[in-house]
């Protein structure tokens, strides 16, 4: 590879099309979790069908999920004397996000990559 093809590669920052849709992944993964925590502290949820309620769960599900799936009880996610959010199970909640949206990032860099170099080789 040359040092022109190089350079288009990795874009006007030296970066690759893959390594800045993680770091955009990454940001958007907490920016989402931490959103969603400051949206259901103002506005609690009083049940099942609020939106905040809806929110949390979803923003909750995947790292009760896995922790399920290693062996943890999910229920370590709420503070079970006031039933809010517990401050450490929040941050674990924030970091599992963050690395699902770093997964999906990364699988649609090399989808783009992948696809940006089959247009280059068919023209």
């Given amino acids: 590879m040359s040092i022109t093809q190089n350079l288009k590669a990795t874009g006007k920052k030296g970066w690759s099309i893959i390594r800045g849709l993680q770091v955009i992944g990454v940001c958007l993964g907490a920016l989402f979790t931490i959103a969603a925590y400051m949206f259901c502290v103002m506005n609690p949820p009083e049940n099942v069908f609020d939106l905040s309620y809806n929110l949390m769960l979803l923003v909750i599900l995947p790292a009760s999920l896995i922790a399920k799936t290693i062996g943890i009880s999910p229920n370590i996610f709420i503070n079970a004397n006031s039933g809010t959010l517990a ?8 970091l599992i996000n963050s690395c699902l949206f770093f997964l999906v990032a990364s699988i649609a860099g090399f989808l783009v990559t992948f696809l940006k170099s089959k247009a280059s080789t068919n023209v």
Avoid: C, R, T
Avoid at 87 to 94: A, E, G, K, Y
């Fill in 87 to 94: 401050i450490l199970p929040s941050v674990l909640v924030l």
